[in-house]
Nanobody, 122 residues
Framework: QVQLVESGGGLVQAGGSLRLSCRAS????????MAWYRQAPGQQREPVAH???????KYTDSMKGRFTISSDNAKNTVALQMTSLKPEDTAVYYC????????????????WGQGTQVTVSS
């Protein structure tokens, strides 16, 4: 069983930057894929970026160039550096993890955090 806790959300002006962090904890697990998703009120949850334990990354096209995902395998942590933030980036950002590195391609993550709110003002 894995527990994920996100942090780093908050209020930021358009054009600003924010760094989110997530840590996986528990026992008897091996994390080989982690990701960030986001969901705005009334909207479907959408992927932002993924990373495997090998360092392979995958970004949603609209996020590429503004958002950067990174991870520390030893600490089971993942971060999302967000720059040039826009009001449309306002959402709850969720951390996800899975034992299979292939989840980067399927999106079927077994473990999810509770989310952290990011609000971008115009």
């Amino acid at each position: 069983q894995v527990q994920l806790v996100e942090s780093g959300g908050g209020l930021v002006q358009a054009g600003g930057s924010l760094r989110l962090s997530c840590r996986a904890s528990g026992s008897g697990f091996s994390i080989n894929a982690m990701a960030w998703y986001r969901q705005a009120p009334g909207q479907q949850r959408e992927p932002v970026a993924h990373i495997t334990s090998e360092g392979i990354t995958k970004y949603t096209d609209s996020m590429k160039g503004r958002f950067t995902i990174s991870s520390d395998n030893a600490k089971n942590t993942v971060a999302l550096q967000m720059t040039s933030l826009k009001p449309e980036d306002t959402a709850v950002y969720y951390c996800a993890a899975d034992s299979s590195r292939l989840t980067l391609y399927t999106g079927h993550y077994d473990y999810w955090g509770q989310g952290t709110q990011v609000t971008v003002s115009s």
